[in-house]
């Protein structure tokens, strides 16, 4: 039996929200419908007692806990001195995907919501044993998250609807070719339904399907 927990990487304002920098980012998400088809997971996963993780990043005024100069995206981002600072707008989680029972884990380095957080000691205190990750972007931090997740033993899903990249194109590429490689995919649809199942039982562990659905 697993015990899982919904990872929603980086759906905040500033990134995929209206306070975004990243336009291309923005279109493919709604190309793809994946706020409104997290939406639909998050509530899914509230109502079968499934934790639900924000994994945000921010950065300081001053910078402290961010290495700003190893890697060019970050350069760039950072030619903007207000960007996507602690305590900002920009930094909250869109509102259509926040609940006040959620969890949140903020980084201040990085692409990963691992390397430097607490997730990990926080996913283990709940007894979580797998994960189900949605959200941006299958560029860098969706990789990123299922990787790290699988070194640290975690058995992880990707919502193959709720997540985005740019270009389209390159973004299936990743699906198919690395996150195939590192773990399940499922639709939104799938995961809603087994977790009402959930709902009715009242049950809060799941198992895996004979499909490698994570589910009932």
């Not at 198919?176 to 639709?187: E, N, S």
Request: net charge neutral; glycine share 10%; hydrophobic share 45%.
């Amino acid at each position: 039996m697993e015990r899982i927990a919904v990872l929603m990487m980086e759906m905040q304002r500033g990134v995929v929200g209206d306070l975004t920098r990243f336009p291309e980012l923005v279109e493919a998400c709604t190309r793809h419908d994946v706020i409104g088809n997290a939406a639909r997971l998050l509530h899914a996963a509230r109502a079968a007692a499934i934790p639900v993780i924000h994994c945000t990043a921010a950065f300081r005024p001053d910078r402290a806990g961010s290495h700003t100069g190893n890697c060019p995206f970050i350069v760039s981002l950072l030619k903007d001195p207000g960007h996507m600072l602690e305590g900002t707008p920009a930094t909250e989680v869109v509102p259509e995907l926040r609940d006040a029972g959620d969890l949140e884990s903020r980084r201040h380095h990085g692409f990963s919501p691992f390397t430097g957080t607490s997730l990990d000691m926080t996913l283990r205190s709940l007894r979580v044993t797998a994960v189900v990750a949605a959200g941006v972007s299958l560029n860098l931090g969706i990789p990123g998250l299922a990787l790290e997740a699988v070194n640290l033993g975690y058995r992880v899903t990707v919502v193959k609807d709720a997540v985005a990249g740019i270009p389209d194109d390159y973004a299936r590429a990743v699906m198919r070719h690395t996150i195939g490689l590192l773990a399940t995919r499922a639709a939104t649809a799938d995961l809603t339904e087994a977790w009402a199942a959930l709902t009715e039982t009242g049950r809060t562990e799941t198992g895996r399907t004979e499909t490698g659905r994570t589910g009932a």
